[in-house]
């Protein structure tokens, strides 16, 4: 796995530039599928909502809720950037979640893996304390076999001491080391800010390989 941790994004977006555009409940009544987006993945009850309010430095922007499971949507959120999104994707494994509902998010999130043209990277939330489940296995298995650069987001970092933390960290970098497309690995609190500027370069990274295709599409015009 190449450290891409020191490249310098061609494009800075502002992330706290963030706002609501839609929600679906399943891909065709998603926003339309022009453009580009980073869709935000993770167990319930990992840290999604909240990894997602800090980069964007807006604490009601994606669902929190001390209940794991509540987000059930597909939720985009517009960027200063035309046509450039990020997305919260609904959480799941979460074991009071009813059999059926686990099954339609299942049919829903892999809908929208698999057939999301706009969809160019993922940032997947893993809880430092409980990293590399049978679903983040799952997501980097995909991530892999499509091609699809990922972030990890080791999150909650803030629960454990540094030198347990770190040593979390070079266990998912050893573990993932041929994996080929990770971005980046990256210990992350919400309530600290730690890996805060870290994770916005890594998707400043991540847009950046599409955004300048675009732009080199225009002189060509």
């Known amino acids: 796995m190449s450290d891409t941790s020191e490249k310098i994004p061609a494009f800075r977006l502002a992330y706290n530039s963030a706002e609501f555009l839609q929600s679906g409940s399943k891909l065709k009544n998603c926003p ?4 580009i987006e980073i869709a935000f993945a993770g167990r319930s009850n990992a840290g999604k909502s909240s990894a997602i309010n800090c980069i964007t430095e807006n604490k009601k922007l994606a669902r929190t809720s001390k209940t794991p ?3 059930q949507l597909i939720n985009f959120f517009s960027l200063d950037i035309e046509d ?14 009813s059999l059926d509902m686990k099954e339609a998010w299942g049919r829903h999130l892999e809908d929208y893996l698999q057939n999301r043209e706009s969809l160019v990277g993922l940032v997947l939330i893993m809880d430092i304390r409980k990293p590399l489940t049978e679903f983040d296995t799952m997501l980097l298995d995909w991530s892999k076999q499509s091609e ?3 972030t990890v987001l080791l999150t909650k970092a803030d629960k454990l001491k540094y030198g347990p933390a770190k040593a979390c960290l070079l266990k998912v970098r050893e573990e993932l080391e041929e994996h080929g497309f990770i971005n980046d690995i990256i210990l992350f609190s919400s309530l600290k800010r730690t890996g805060l500027k870290e994770a916005r370069r890594a998707l400043d990274r991540n847009f950046s390989m599409f955004l300048q295709d675009e732009e080199a599409e225009k002189d060509e015009e």
């Open 32 to 35: 339309s599928d022009e453009g």
């Open 69 to 71: 499971g509540r987000t």
């Open 84 to 97: 450039v999104r990020l997305v919260d994707l609904p959480g799941y494994g979460y074991a009071k979640v």
């Open 148 to 150: 699809l650069p990922i």
